[in-house]
């Protein structure tokens, strides 16, 4: 018998490097299967699974997720700032040069 495979992409962003793998995994594959199937955890051995969130198409999603055909998993590194923060510094400054 002849397991059915669904075609998704594994995709991880760095601030220097983006990577975008395809890759044909079983049809009942989890996240989590698919991304130790995938050579990005040996490509960037800074991912743990229990640390970084991960998502489908923007959306987060726990690793034992099951996988449609064309999804596309990403894997979230941490943030570097705050965006609230990084907003009211920025706010702060304009108001500071306009005195």
Partial sequence: MVSKTIDIEVAYAKRDEQVILKQSVAADATIEEALRESDLLERFPEIDLSVNKVGIF?????????????????????LIADPKEARRKRANEVKTAIK
Avoid: M, T
């Avoid at 959306?59 to 941490?78: F, N, P, Q, T």
């Fill in 58 to 78: 923007g959306k987060l999603c726990k690793l034992d997720s099951k996988l449609r055909a064309g999804d596309r998993i990403e894997v979230y590194r941490a």
